[in-house]
C-alpha cells in the first residue's frame, strides 16, 4: 500500500523555500504525465503520494500555518488522496470558461458519477466518487474519484494493454485514450502499492 504521508515527510516554512522552486518544478512535470484531458470540458488529475505532499506543502504555505495539530488536519485532509491498494485516485476538475454561468454550466454534470469508466482492454472499471460532493441542487467542480482494479484488470494495465477514459452522461459524452508515458506513471504507482 502506497504510504501515507506524516508530519515528518513535511517540511517547515522555512526549509521549504529553500527547495520549493525544484520541488515545485518536479512536481509539474510528473502532473504533466498524469493530467488527461476527457474532452474539453473534463480532466483527471492521477494522484500518489508525491502529489499530496506537494499540495500540502503549498497550503501550510499559502495559509502560513505552522501550529502542529493545524498541520496535522491538513495532512489527515489531503491523506485521503493517496490511493488504497490496488487503486488509483484522482482529483476530476469540471471546466467551464463562463464563469457568470459556472452554476448553470456545473449542474448540467449532475450524474456524472454514474458516468465515468475506465476502460482496460474490454475490462470496464467505474468511477468511485467521494460522496458529499454533489447532491440534486448542485454539484462541486472539483471532485475525488477512485478506480480500483481486480486482478485481470491490474495485470493488463500494468503490462500496457490499451486503457481508455470513457464518459457516457446524458449531457456530456467523450473518451481519451491514456499516452504511454501516463499510463506508466500509473503503473508504477500500482506495482508499488500492491
Do not use: C, W
Request: no cysteine; aromatic share 6%; hydrophobic share 40%.
Amino acid at each position: 500500500m502506497m504510504r501515507k504521508v506524516v508530519i515528518d515527510d513535511i517540511l517547515g516554512s522555512a526549509s521549504y523555500e529553500l527547495v520549493r522552486q525544484d520541488f515545485r518544478r518536479r512536481i509539474i512535470e510528473l502532473k504533466k504525465r498524469r493530467r488527461v484531458s476527457i474532452g474539453d470540458k473534463v480532466s483527471l488529475l492521477f494522484e500518489n503520494r508525491d502529489t499530496v505532499i506537494f499540495q500540502i506543502q503549498e497550503m501550510l504555505r499559502v495559509e502560513r500555518i505552522s501550529d502542529l495539530d493545524k498541520i496535522r488536519e491538513e495532512i489527515a485532509t489531503y491523506n485521503q488522496l493517496i490511493p488504497d491498494s490496488r487503486e488509483l485516485s484522482a482529483t476530476l476538475f469540471i471546466e467551464t470558461e463562463d464563469q457568470a454561468r459556472l452554476r448553470e454550466e456545473l449542474v448540467r454534470f449532475q450524474g456524472i458519477e454514474e458516468a465515468l469508466t475506465l476502460h482496460i482492454s474490454g475490462h470496464r472499471r467505474p468511477a468511485r466518487f467521494e460522496l458529499g460532493r454533489s447532491n440534486e441542487d448542485k454539484i462541486s467542480a472539483v471532485q475525488y474519484v477512485r478506480f480500483s482494479f481486480d486482478d485481470q484488470a491490474l495485470g493488463d494495465f500494468v503490462s500496457g494493454a490499451r486503457t481508455e477514459l470513457v464518459i457516457k452522461h446524458r449531457n456530456y459524452q467523450a473518451a481519451v485514450m491514456l499516452k504511454p508515458e501516463t499510463q506508466r506513471s500509473l503503473a508504477e504507482d500500482l506495482s508499488r502499492n500492491l
